[in-house]
């Protein structure tokens, strides 16, 4: 790593593009401290996989890419929040709908990208494909939904003059690309997985290959690539939380590896946010444990009433904001009685309601929530 040249900057008449240096070669990791952080990094992921056997993972992912959809977004400028999220359009004020969109956008394709594993590689298509959901229909509909970019783009600035970065010249994307797909599945220069998804994160961030939403399908190729190498066995790992915590480092570690070729300090930076992140998924699922003893015992003082109550708890833990005619439909029970149950609900403070209407009332699991939002403003 300490003879790596990031690449050099062309000059393109009245601007200077970057071009990178090619991925697809053979590495040696030599930096012990980057080894020691290597080995801390894999030790919590570890912990972190582990819930995949103990708990019903398949409840909880919703919540996971909620939350990473809501901060990958909010790096690029858009301000919808996890309840926001989990409502429906027209229950969103007209002002924050393209927002709202844009959010329900990446979870639907961290959904479809995650299935789409299954019958692809980590590849340019799966990228692009990925890229098209996320732009389908919002701001960046106009700017080449699933096909990478035919025309200059940058970084910074009003115009390419005062960039604070310009990536390499169109020209040469499908090039770059496709060296980032062969290193990204090469089993001849072994390197450790995590090592190798920051190099395929920080490549991919600096060609920059679409014209819009590079950086949320390249935090969420982090994702895709953990579970594709089956470092983990679900979707529950995510980086944006910490990128957007450090949001400065995070954009600085990223131009040192580019201008000074100090790609050590990217690695110890993206090692730091998976162990962080990692530790802070393992005690999210020690809370959601505790939280489901403190609700089993709260719900059966409800007796005739504990059976609708855990079909109740059991679908808020996919869809933490429920109305009373939703509860009507999973309980198969009468208007009144739903509101009763409801009622009881929000005596055991399980239920809180959030729309401050006399009708079309809603409520939210607030503490399971909570446990989601720690990081959150």
Do not use: C
Not at 105 to 123: C, D, G, Q, R
């Amino acid at each position: 790593m300490n003879n790596y040249k990031s690449g050099e900057y062309l000059n393109q008449g009245y601007y200077k593009s970057f071009q990178p240096s090619e991925i697809n070669r053979s590495w040696q990791l030599d930096n012990m401290e980057i080894i020691q952080m290597l080995s801390k990094a894999d030790r919590q992921l570890g912990r972190l996989d582990m819930y995949s056997n103990y708990v019903n993972i398949d409840l909880y992912i919703r919540m996971h890419i909620a939350k990473e959809a809501t901060q990958s977004s909010k790096i690029e400028g858009t301000q919808t929040n996890m309840e926001e999220a989990f409502l429906r359009k027209e229950e969103i004020g007209i002002e924050k709908r393209d927002d709202w969109e844009e959010v329900q956008n990446y979870i639907s394709a961290m959904n479809e990208a995650v299935k789409l594993l299954h019958s692809l590689p980590f590849s340019s298509r799966l990228i692009k494909q990925t890229h098209k959901i996320l732009l389908q229909g919002v701001r960046g509909k106009n700017k080449l939904p699933g096909e990478y970019r035919s025309s200059q783009n940058w970084i910074g600035g009003a115009t390419l003059n005062d960039a604070a970065f310009v990536p390499p010249v169109h020209t040469s994307i499908n090039d770059l690309m496709s060296d980032l797909e062969k290193f990204a599945n090469d089993e001849i220069n072994p390197l450790p997985d995590l090592i190798k998804i920051a190099i395929i994160h920080y490549q991919f961030e600096t060609i920059h290959p679409f014209l819009d939403g590079n950086g949320r399908v390249g935090r969420l190729l982090i994702t895709l690539y953990l579970v594709n190498k089956r470092l983990l066995k679900q979707p529950i790992l995510y980086l944006s939380d910490f990128f957007e915590n450090h949001r400065q480092l995070y954009y600085d570690n990223l131009m040192q590896a580019r201008t000074n070729n100090n790609i050590n300090q990217w690695l110890k930076f993206f090692l730091t946010g998976v162990i962080e992140t990692a530790k802070k998924g393992v005690a999210t699922f020690d809370g959601i444990l505790q939280l489901q003893k403190q609700l089993e015992s709260k719900v059966q003082t409800l007796r005739n009433r504990s059976g609708d109550a855990k079909i109740i708890i059991d679908y808020l833990y996919t869809q933490p904001i429920i109305d009373i005619s939703k509860v009507e439909v999973l309980i198969g029970k009468s208007n009144v009685t739903s509101y009763k149950l409801i009622s009881d609900l929000e005596k055991l403070e399980i239920l809180t309601e959030i729309s401050g209407a006399q009708r079309n009332r809603l409520f939210v699991f607030k503490d399971y929530l909570a446990l989601f939002k720690t990081d959150q403003s």
